[in-house]
């Protein structure tokens, strides 16, 4: 079945340090891609998307490709804040109406000033 | 009330006890889901409902009992629950269940803890 790997947390940076985030994925079919991201206390909220290959999402200075070739989408960001640490998901949803997105395990991330 | 509601926000409550959780979207959203969120677990996917009509249910245990009365409102209904079902339970919408259309609008979530 369709299945969401991402790299383990937590991950600890310093203001400013470059991030990246590992997203590998497995589908039979041609998924869309998603990056979801959990605030302390709150629920998910969608960072960015990608529906086809070579895509590329990108948000909040945010971005993912969907390289199809390797099946990853990982999240990179150049410069972090201390607000941008929160727990990161990736996700997958299928095209054919099956309701079901498959969300990667998490990865917090800690931005110490 | 805009997004995704959900009420309470956090519940206490006994095993013997009986609760409603419940969820509103003012999105216009077509389908509707309950997750479960625990520490150290991945998100899983509870129930999902598709134009009030039930499409997907994950081996939940019955003492969890969903329920869509229109396409705004979700509950979860909550009986004799044990310790093991504290958790956050979220509730989501999207626009339908297609690929890109599944793109999910979450609420805040309960945080539930059973004594």
């Known amino acids: 079945g369709d299945s969401v790997t991402q790299m383990e947390g937590p991950v600890t940076l310093s203001e400013e340090a470059f991030l990246t985030i590992n997203c590998t994925y497995t589908?039979?079919?041609?998924?869309?891609l998603f990056w979801y991201v959990q605030y302390p206390g709150e629920g998910l909220q969608l960072l960015l998307k990608?529906?086809?290959?070579?895509d590329k999402g990108s948000n909040k200075g945010f971005e993912a490709t969907y390289r199809k070739e390797t099946t990853s989408f990982h999240l990179e960001k150049g410069s972090v804040q201390v607000s941008d640490s929160a727990v990161y998901f990736c996700?997958?949803?299928?095209?054919?109406?099956?309701?079901?997105?498959?969300f990667g395990a998490g990865t917090r991330l800690f931005v110490k000033a | 009330e805009t997004g995704v509601t959900q009420t309470p926000r956090h519940l206490v409550m006994g095993m013997t006890n009986k609760k409603s959780l419940k969820c509103e979207q003012h999105?216009?959203?077509?389908?509707m889901y309950w997750y479960k969120q625990s520490a150290k677990k991945p998100l899983e996917l509870m129930f999902v409902?598709?134009?009030?009509?039930?499409?997907e249910n994950n081996s939940v245990p019955s003492r969890f009992s969903p329920e869509c009365p229109n396409s705004s409102h979700l509950f979860l209904h909550l009986h004799t629950l044990q310790p093991e079902d504290s958790a956050l339970y979220l509730c989501?919408?999207?626009?339908?269940?297609?690929?890109?259309?599944?793109?999910?609008?979450f609420g805040p979530g309960t945080r539930l803890t059973v004594l």
């Open positions: 409902y598709s134009l009030e009509e039930r499409v």
């Open positions: 999105l216009g959203h077509n389908a």
């Open positions: 989501a919408s999207s626009q339908d269940g297609r690929g890109t259309y599944n793109e999910q609008f």
């Open positions: 589908a039979t079919g041609y998924p869309s």
């Open positions: 990608a529906t086809k290959a070579d």
């Open positions: 996700a997958l949803s299928d095209n054919t109406g099956g309701f079901k997105t498959i």
